[in-house]
């Protein structure tokens, strides 16, 4: 257990390192972009470098920090949701208040368990099948007057 807090504790660290010498080499160079190819031709050294050749700069600090960024979120949500684990609460925990409104509930519960299921009632009932056919209504003729 020990060993494996130190481990988190070295790991942290580095992170910390590592980001903060890729945001400080990725402000330097911001800060000192030039303004016209000749000032970018004359630049020298490491920022130099960086400056002519953006590529490098993309694939070795840019890209990085977004990598260190999304791992440093990842971790703090999987920390998160394992420090905010809820735990069963206690019946001793509750206040009477509490307790009783949960006995209601439960008494509520138990009696809605032991009435029959009543089958719900259709707004009409279903027609009947009949063996005989009805007879159909003659017309009725017209008297004349």
């Known amino acids: 257990m020990k060993n494996k807090k130190v481990l988190w504790i070295t790991l942290i660290a580095l992170d910390v390192l590592i980001t903060g010498v890729l945001f400080a080499i990725s402000i330097i160079m911001l800060a000192n972009t030039p303004k016209s190819a000749e000032e970018r031709d004359a630049m020298t050294g490491f920022i130099g470098y960086l400056v002519k ?7 070795a600090f840019v890209i990085p920090l977004f990598v260190l960024l999304a791992a440093n979120i990842i971790g703090l949500v999987i920390y998160v949701r394992k420090t905010t684990k809820r735990e069963p609460v206690k019946v ?10 949960l006995r209601q509930e439960l008494l509520n519960d138990l009696a809605k ?9 259709p707004s009409e009932p279903a027609p009947e099948p009949k063996s005989e056919p009805e007879p159909q ?3 009725e003729e017209k008297k004349e007057e």
């Open 113 to 121: 368990a032991n009435q029959p299921a009543e089958a719900p009632k």
């Open 92 to 101: 001793n925990d509750l206040t009477e208040a509490q307790k009783e409104k």
């Open 53 to 59: 050749n953006p590529t490098v700069y993309l694939v």
């Open 137 to 139: 209504p003659q017309p």
